[in-house]
Structures are given as C-alpha cells and as structure tokens.
C-alpha cells in the first residue's frame, strides 16, 4: 500500500459521519426515535426543549416541567411589564410597585434599581430566550425587599477588628 493511498484510508477512517456531534447538542429528533432510543430523547428534553418531527404532523416541543414553569413566569412577567409600561402616570418604579406590591418595602432609590435592574433582565431573557434571567432577578429584589421588611439591615453589622482562632472541631 502506498504512502497517499494509506494517509488517504486514515483521512477517511478518521473522519465522522454528519450525523455524528460529540459536542453540539441535540434539539430535534424524529418520532420513530421515541419508540427506538426514548432515553436519548428524554434525556435531552430535560436538558433543553426539543423538537419532535413527525412525517404525518407539525411537529411538536418536548420539555421539563421546569423549562415549560419557566416560560409561563415569563410571559406572566412579560404581561406585567406590558402593562407597566403602557401607562403614562408616574414614574416606572411607582409602576411597577402599583404591580409589584413587595417593591414598596425598598428605598425610593432602590425602588428605581429594581424597575431599570428587572426590565433590563426581561429584555436580556426575551433576547436570548434565557427565561432565568429575568426570574431570578426579580426574585433577588423580591428576597432583598422580604428581607428589609423583616427588619433584617436595620441594625449596624458589628464588624470583628481582629481575626479569632477557632479550634478544630
């Protein structure tokens, strides 16, 4: 075997096929591979939504509870913020606290951080289709305004000057 014709033979063994995608994953699967590999399918709907072609039919979306839970709390935020906006009357903060009622517990300051900080997220979560996004920040100024309205921050954290040794338990 000559040298071209024994690198041309490794060329080709070594290559992949196009369905092959070590690293790339899957977003759609045809229907006869639910019945054959379900696990492959499944596995990769808990992972992220994934489309299932059918030769008879449109083809449908299969998702976790979570992702599709994720997607209702942001169209219901995606509705809030709609409506936040569509009014003319005060400011966007006085808004969405009229929305948002927990926004209240926050400084006037903070009240415009969390509008500008959670629209922000919701542009960022449309834009990307990361409905996380926008969820978690509205959560963190939900948790931080529980928190002040407990009355957790009111009193001066006493800061240690010297650092204390502590045995080993």
């Not at 008879?56 to 935020?77: P, Y």
């Not at 629209?119 to 959560?139: C, D, G, K, V």
């Given at each position: 075997?000559s ?11 070594s290559?992949?096929?196009a369905?092959?995608?070590?690293f ?16 492959d399918?499944?596995?990769a709907?808990a992972?992220h939504p994934?489309r299932?072609?059918?030769r008879?039919g ?5 998702m976790?509870e979570?992702?599709?839970?994720a997607?209702?709390s942001?169209?219901?935020l995606a509705?809030?913020?709609?409506a936040v ?7 966007l ?7 948002f009622p927990?926004m209240?517990?926050?400084s ?8 500008d900080?959670v629209?922000?997220?919701a542009?960022?979560s449309f834009a990307t ?13 939900r ?11 009111k009193?001066?954290?006493e ?7 502590v045995?080993?338990?």
């Amino acid at each position: 075997m000559s040298a071209a014709t024994k690198s041309r033979k490794t060329f080709q063994s070594s290559e992949t096929p196009a369905t092959f995608q070590p690293f790339k994953t899957r977003t759609s699967f045809q229907s006869s591979e639910l019945s054959r590999s379900s696990a492959d399918v499944f596995a990769a709907a808990a992972d992220h939504p994934v489309r299932v072609t059918r030769r008879d039919g449109e083809s449908l979306v299969l998702m976790s509870e979570s992702a599709d839970a994720a997607r209702i709390s942001l169209l219901e935020l995606a509705a809030q913020l709609v409506a936040v906006s569509t009014s003319t009357e005060g400011t966007l903060a006085a808004r969405m606290s009229d929305r948002f009622p927990w926004m209240l517990a926050l400084s006037p300051a903070d009240r415009k951080a969390c509008a500008d900080d959670v629209l922000a997220a919701a542009r960022a979560s449309f834009a990307t289709n990361q409905p996380h996004l926008a969820i978690a920040e509205l959560t963190s100024w939900r948790e931080t305004a529980t928190a002040i309205a407990a009355g957790l921050g009111k009193k001066p954290v006493e800061w240690l000057d010297d650092p204390e040794a502590v045995e080993r338990p």
